[in-house]
């Protein structure tokens, strides 16, 4: 399988984010890329390119704007401020109750002080923008572009290795470690040159609420999404069972809410069901949200998925005779992410999983 990867998310060095106003070791670090990566490699059977410049129209596409606009300057900005900070995090959000029985166009104008448009932009506190974020947020985009090109090219499945991620993104919000939707951006420009409907299938462990907002009153693209339940889980606020859409949108939008502890035959049950709704729905070309985080050692997620399961998602995805954009998401135990990556890669190229002799680490055993 063709992999399109770059090297500018080391751009992206994120050390810590903050839970409950404490700093604590980041989870969206540069090392969970290069770990799939060297796993890939090591394999034998990918092969890696880079990422083609793409430009910002297929963004604009997607995205307000404004949000673009903020999250090139928003660096540079905190430096000018003389403010000693390793790197932009809102405190104050705009949240919707601020403006509660006001007309529209009250309270949307953004501020000139770097932290208030932090929070005019952002849905979390958890998603640290830093020197290098506005260029590696750039290049995921042009990681899942070129992946569109390469199916484009003839190829039935690519994968592009895009870091930061991108499914919590909306057209005018950043959040949840994403920055630019990446898979957002790569079915609307799937729509554009083919004029087909294209499905996304999203199996990171969180509702990707970003994919679903952008595509909520779209007809021509079906949103299907696995996901921990939002009652008790990021994003919290989107992912239940009953958003269906709305408009031209509606029966566009399929959320599958699952339990936590959710082990390999449930997650496989609710794979089918998305696969079953994918079939029904028209395009040759699917976009898959990858995430790890579905992974039994997760160290911030609860389900209970194990390496070889992943072989089996890869292998039913692929059954569907679809083109396959697949585009990595979240997944966050650093220590089995090539292997997953692998396992699952391998199953949807129909080629069997041969566990990698050395990893320094065992599923069985504890945390690496
Ligand atoms: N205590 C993705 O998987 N909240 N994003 C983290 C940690 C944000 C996950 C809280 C989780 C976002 C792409
Ligand atoms: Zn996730």
Same mark, same amino acid.
């Given at each position: 399988m063709?992999?399109?990867?770059?090297p500018?998310?080391?751009a992206h060095?994120?050390?810590?984010e903050? *839970?409950?106003?404490v @700093? !604590?070791p980041?989870?969206?670090?540069? +090392? #969970? /890329?290069?770990?799939?990566?060297?796993?890939?490699e090591?394999?034998?059977?990918?092969t890696l390119?880079?990422?083609?410049?793409?430009?910002?129209d297929p963004?604009?596409?997607?995205h307000?704007?404004?949000l673009?606009?903020f999250?090139e300057e928003?660096?540079?900005?905190l430096?000018r401020?003389g403010l000693?900070?390793?790197?932009?995090i809102?405190?104050?959000l705009r949240?919707?109750?601020?403006?509660d029985?006001?007309?529209?166009?009250?309270?949307?104008r953004?501020p000139?002080a770097?932290s208030?448009?932090?929070?005019?932009?952002a849905?979390d506190?958890?998603t640290?923008?830093?020197?290098?974020?506005?260029v590696a947020?750039?290049?995921?985009?042009d *990681?899942a572009?070129? @992946? !569109?090109?390469v199916?484009?090219?003839? +190829? #039935? /499945?690519?994968?592009g290795?895009?870091?930061?991620?991108?499914h919590?993104?909306a057209?005018s919000?950043?959040?949840?470690y994403?920055f630019?939707?990446?898979a957002a951006?790569a079915?609307?420009?799937i729509?554009?040159r083919?004029g087909e409907?294209?499905?996304i299938?999203?199996l990171d462990?969180?509702h990707?609420n970003?994919?679903?907002q952008?595509?909520w009153?779209?007809g021509?693209v079906?949103?299907?999404?696995l996901h921990?339940?939002?009652?008790?889980?990021?994003?919290?606020?989107?992912?239940y069972?009953?958003?269906i859409?709305?408009?031209?949108g509606?029966?566009?939008?399929?959320?599958?809410p699952l339990p936590?502890?959710?082990?390999?035959e449930p997650?496989?049950?609710?794979?089918d069901?998305a696969?079953e709704a994918?079939?029904?729905?028209?395009g040759?070309?699917?976009v898959?949200s990858?995430g790890f985080?579905?992974?039994?050692?997760d160290p911030i997620?609860d389900?209970?998925?194990?390496?070889?399961v992943?072989?089996?998602?890869?292998?039913?995805?692929?059954s569907?005779?679809?083109?396959?954009?697949?585009?990595?998401?979240g997944g966050?135990?650093r220590p089995?992410l090539g292997?997953n990556?692998?396992s699952?890669?391998?199953?949807a190229?129909?080629?069997?999983?041969d566990?990698?002799?050395?990893?320094?680490?065992s599923?069985a055993g504890?945390?690496a």
């Open positions: 063709r992999v399109v990867y770059s500018a998310h080391l060095e994120i050390t810590f903050t *839970v409950m106003g @700093a !604590v980041a989870n969206e670090v540069a +090392e #969970r /890329a290069e770990r799939i990566r060297a796993a890939l090591a394999d034998g059977g990918f390119e880079g990422p083609t410049d793409h430009g910002l963004i604009l596409a997607v307000d704007p404004g673009v606009r999250l928003a660096w540079p900005e430096r401020s000693a900070r390793q790197a932009v809102p405190e104050e949240v919707r109750p601020l403006t029985d006001m007309s529209a166009g009250i309270g949307d953004e000139r770097i208030g448009r932090a929070g005019y932009w849905l506190t958890s640290p923008i830093v020197a290098g974020t506005y947020a750039r290049a995921a985009v *990681v572009l070129t @992946a !569109v090109d199916v484009f090219d003839g +190829e #039935r /499945a690519a994968y290795l895009c870091r930061p991620p991108g919590h993104a057209r919000m950043y959040g949840g994403c630019f939707n990446n951006i079915a609307q420009s729509v554009r083919t409907p294209v499905a299938l999203d462990y969180h990707g970003g994919t679903q952008i595509f009153r779209r021509d079906l949103y299907a999404s921990a339940d939002p009652a008790g889980q990021y994003p919290y606020y989107l992912g069972a009953d958003e859409g709305e408009d031209e509606a029966g566009a939008n399929l959320n599958l936590p502890g959710t082990g390999n997650y496989l049950a609710a794979v069901r696969l994918i079939a029904g729905f028209g040759s070309v699917v898959v990858l985080d579905t992974y039994a050692h997620c389900f209970a998925l194990t390496t070889d992943y072989h089996e998602i890869g292998r039913r995805v692929a569907l005779g679809r083109s396959l954009v697949i585009l990595q998401e966050y135990y089995a292997e990556a692998r699952w890669l391998r199953g190229e129909g080629r069997p999983f566990p990698l002799p050395v990893q320094g680490f599923e504890t945390r």
